[in-house]
């Protein structure tokens, strides 16, 4: 499965720990992160924009 946090895999045997999605609309669903303190992935909200043309 992969990381919710850092959004690496985490290999069997790796400690992990269920994070539980609670949502007013839609379904409940349950994400894994490493137990151990990870990294957040660098979120990417909106592209890129170049500069000059
Ligand atoms: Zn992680």
Redesign the pocket.
Known sequence: MI??????L?RQGED?RPVVHDRPTGPITTVY??E?R???APQQTYPARRFGA
């Open positions: 990381c919710a946090r850092c959004d690496e985490i992990s992160v490493h151990k990870c990294a957040p």
